[in-house]
């Protein structure tokens, strides 16, 4: 650190045009005023002296406008990067979900004789994700997301290699421990908009989540085709050479996390705000329906989605293709939304948007109680994908509301626990009540939970929380 002096030993003139302070002001970089570089990788401006990136905090050096101006063209430039770093990880992400959730029950049915057990593996990828949320968290606050994620990817790739051998060697219970352990991944992969809330302004924290998770639209259209048209492309074994080509994707995104440049929260400059005690951050309603809002969103679209293949092609003998057509709608209303609802969110707030979101996934219910075509299912999973973006994407720009930037891993660690809970026990009940009860049933399980989602919207409509500009919020 060094103070400003129009008398300093580097000659530089008073009130240099290039760097505004007042004399005699801190300057954070103290260096010569308006001596910076441009680093060409990354490519964003640092200081020579510090070697600092730009940030958010600009603490002191506030009264530089030169420094000012170059922060925050340099935080719009890696922003941009970052956010479209995560949508092509989202993408990944979303073709191997897309293409282990559509084969999980089909092929575990092949490999069992059980039939109430053809779910169970995706059922354990989603239980392991749930138990991984909080370890996930913990570890990217050590070392970071973009380290942290490129681990996952890793481990992605390993996981769906072991599933293809899993096929060669007809096991079950291998097939299992795949989907296990890619269940780890996808702890990491929720946390994917996270990252981008910590890339941009907290005003833009919806717009950037929604952002992001159009990646999942590629996926949407990749994964389906890699179902089908990789049915054969290993020989004897069916979806093995699908299986192959994803683990290939996941070491693309490996790469592609180690470019993600500094985000929010990372470097503090200045003096942090303390953390507060979880149960003082648990005691706020807006945290709470936050938390319920997402919790439900996901179960609901895991509960019908992880049933809808079982259902379609296992029990109403629809061919695979017209089953993986089905998904890849379902997946479309899912993320296709993500186009508008980060600005529908900014323009209408977060709890008008959640409410058509859970309004969107009680239709769904509706719908699949109609019948069980082709069409039912088919508007059945497009008004299940579309309530699922609105709730989840409002629920997860409301909880970033509730913390401080201290506080940030532990109220997503909490967050994602919940969600990916109660994502696993609806995994697990869809083989079982398919099997048992049928698809009626099935539909009808999660309507009192939407309608406790939609009271609690009603009781936080007016906290200070969700009421204040977003541009305010911490």
Same mark, same amino acid.
């Given at each position: 650190?060094?103070?400003?002096?129009?008398?300093?030993?580097?000659?530089?003139?008073?009130?240099?045009?290039?760097?505004?302070?007042?004399?005699?002001?801190?300057?954070?970089?103290?260096?010569?005023?308006?001596?910076?570089?441009?680093?060409? !990788?990354?490519?964003?401006?640092?200081?020579? !002296?510090?070697?600092?990136?730009?940030?958010?905090?600009?603490?002191?050096?506030?009264?530089?406008?030169?420094?000012?101006?170059?922060?925050?063209?340099?935080?719009?430039?890696?922003?941009?990067?970052?956010?479209?770093?995560?949508?092509?990880?989202?993408?990944?992400?979303?073709?191997?979900?897309?293409?282990?959730?559509?084969?999980?029950?089909?092929?575990?049915?092949?490999?069992?004789?059980?039939?109430?057990?053809?779910?169970?593996?995706?059922?354990?990828?989603?239980?392991?994700?749930?138990?991984?949320?909080?370890?996930?968290?913990?570890?990217?606050?050590?070392?970071?997301?973009?380290?942290?994620?490129?681990?996952?990817?890793?481990?992605?790739?390993?996981?769906?290699?072991?599933?293809?051998?899993?096929?060669?060697?007809?096991?079950?219970?291998?097939?299992?421990?795949?989907?296990?352990?890619?269940?780890?991944?996808?702890?990491?992969?929720?946390?994917?908009?996270?990252?981008?809330?910590?890339?941009?302004?907290?005003?833009?924290?919806?717009?950037?989540?929604?952002?992001?998770?159009?990646?999942?639209?590629?996926?949407?259209?990749?994964?389906?085709?890699?179902?089908?048209?990789?049915?054969?492309?290993?020989?004897?074994?069916?979806?093995?050479?699908?299986?192959?080509?994803?683990?290939?994707?996941?070491?693309?995104?490996?790469?592609?996390?180690?470019?993600?440049?500094?985000?929010?929260?990372?470097?503090?400059?200045?003096?942090?705000?303390?953390?507060?005690?979880?149960?003082?951050?648990?005691?706020?309603?807006?945290?709470?329906?936050?938390?319920?809002?997402?919790?439900?969103?996901?179960?609901?679209?895991?509960?019908?989605?992880?049933?809808?293949?079982?259902?379609?092609?296992?029990?109403?003998?629809?061919?695979?293709?017209?089953?993986?057509?089905?998904?890849?709608?379902?997946?479309?209303?899912?993320?296709?939304?993500?186009?508008?609802?980060?600005?529908?969110?900014?323009?209408?707030?977060?709890?008008?948007?959640?409410?058509?979101?859970?309004?969107?996934?009680?239709?769904?219910?509706?719908?699949?109680?109609?019948?069980?075509?082709?069409?039912?299912?088919?508007?059945?999973?497009?008004?299940?994908?579309?309530?699922?973006?609105?709730?989840?994407?409002?629920?997860?720009?409301?909880?970033?509301?509730?913390? !401080?930037?201290?506080?940030?891993?532990?109220?997503?660690?909490?967050?994602?626990?919940?969600?990916?809970?109660?994502?696993?026990?609806?995994?697990?009940?869809?083989?079982?009540?398919?099997?048992?009860?049928?698809?009626?049933?099935?539909?009808?399980?999660?309507?009192?939970?939407?309608?406790?989602?939609?009271?609690?919207?009603?009781?936080?409509?007016?906290?200070?929380?969700?009421?204040?500009?977003?541009?305010?919020?911490?």
């Amino acid at each position: 650190m060094g103070e400003y002096n129009d008398s300093a030993s580097s000659g530089a003139p008073a009130n240099d045009a290039r760097c505004m302070a007042a004399p005699g002001a801190t300057h954070r970089t103290g260096h010569t005023p308006g001596t910076f570089y441009t680093e060409t !990788r990354p490519k964003i401006a640092l200081c020579r !002296r510090s070697g600092m990136r730009p940030g958010y905090d600009t603490g002191p050096q506030k009264n530089c406008l030169r420094c000012r101006a170059l922060c925050e063209n340099a935080q719009r430039l890696m922003a941009k990067r970052n956010i479209t770093t995560l949508f092509f990880c989202q993408l990944i992400s979303a073709t191997g979900s897309i293409v282990i959730v559509t084969l999980g029950g089909i092929l575990g049915s092949s490999l069992t004789d059980n039939q109430a057990l053809a779910t169970l593996p995706v059922s354990l990828m989603v239980v392991m994700t749930a138990v991984s949320t909080i370890p996930a968290s913990m570890l990217m606050r050590s070392i970071g997301r973009k380290t942290g994620s490129a681990l996952a990817s890793v481990t992605a790739a390993v996981a769906i290699l072991l599933a293809a051998y899993a096929l060669i060697e007809s096991s079950f219970v291998l097939f299992a421990v795949a989907a296990s352990l890619y269940g780890i991944n996808m702890a990491f992969t929720q946390q994917y908009r996270y990252a981008a809330v910590e890339s941009v302004e907290p005003r833009f924290a919806g717009r950037a989540i929604s952002l992001v998770l159009v990646g999942a639209i590629g996926g949407a259209l990749l994964g389906p085709e890699l179902v089908t048209r990789g049915q054969h492309w290993f020989g004897s074994t069916p979806y093995a050479g699908t299986l192959i080509a994803v683990a290939g994707l996941f070491g693309v995104q490996a790469l592609l996390f180690l470019s993600l440049g500094p985000m929010r929260g990372e470097d503090h400059h200045g003096v942090a705000e303390g953390a507060r005690p979880m149960r003082e951050i648990w005691r706020q309603p807006v945290f709470l329906m936050a938390v319920l809002g997402g919790t439900f969103a996901y179960g609901t679209m895991t509960l019908i989605m992880t049933a809808t293949p079982l259902s379609m092609h296992v029990h109403d003998g629809y061919p695979i293709e017209v089953t993986a057509n089905v998904i890849r709608s379902h997946v479309l209303g899912m993320y296709i939304p993500s186009l508008v609802s980060g600005f529908l969110i900014e323009r209408f707030g977060t709890v008008r948007m959640m409410g058509i979101g859970a309004l969107a996934l009680l239709g769904a219910c509706f719908v699949g109680l109609q019948g069980q075509s082709v069409m039912h299912y088919w508007y059945a999973l497009v008004l299940l994908g579309v309530g699922w973006n609105f709730l989840y994407v409002g629920g997860t720009t409301m909880l970033t509301f509730t913390y !401080r930037m201290s506080e940030r891993f532990k109220a997503q660690a909490i967050n994602e626990f919940c969600v990916f809970g109660t994502s696993a026990t609806g995994s697990l009940l869809a083989g079982t009540v398919i099997y048992l009860y049928g698809w009626t049933s099935l539909v009808l399980i999660p309507v009192p939970f939407l309608l406790l989602v939609l009271a609690g919207l009603f009781v936080v409509r007016n906290n200070v929380l969700v009421r204040r500009p977003v541009s305010n919020v911490a």
